[in-house]
């Protein structure tokens, strides 16, 4: 799962912001559903955790080792 989540959340912001940019002027209007879904991406990252601390959780349960001993 921290695998997926560690991905997911930075592809939904590179993937809004892209599509933003497409749009042009379009996709910076307040209201409009690229505005948004590029907000509410950004949340994601977030929420379940930086993009690090997933990859920190990965890295342990691969190594089998503590945080403390990854450092």
Excluded: N, P
Excluded at 23 to 52: N, P, V
Aim: proline fraction near 0%; charged fraction near 25%; aromatic fraction near 4%.
């Amino acid at each position: 799962a921290s695998m997926v989540k560690a991905k997911a959340g930075r592809t939904c912001v590179d993937v809004s912001l892209k599509c933003v940019e497409l749009a042009g002027s379009l996709g910076y209007t307040e209201g409009g559903l690229l505005e948004k879904w590029s907000r509410d991406s950004k949340i994601l990252d977030i929420f379940e955790g930086t993009q690090q601390i997933q990859l920190l959780i990965v890295a342990r349960r691969l190594l089998g080792k503590s945080s403390a001993q990854l450092r």
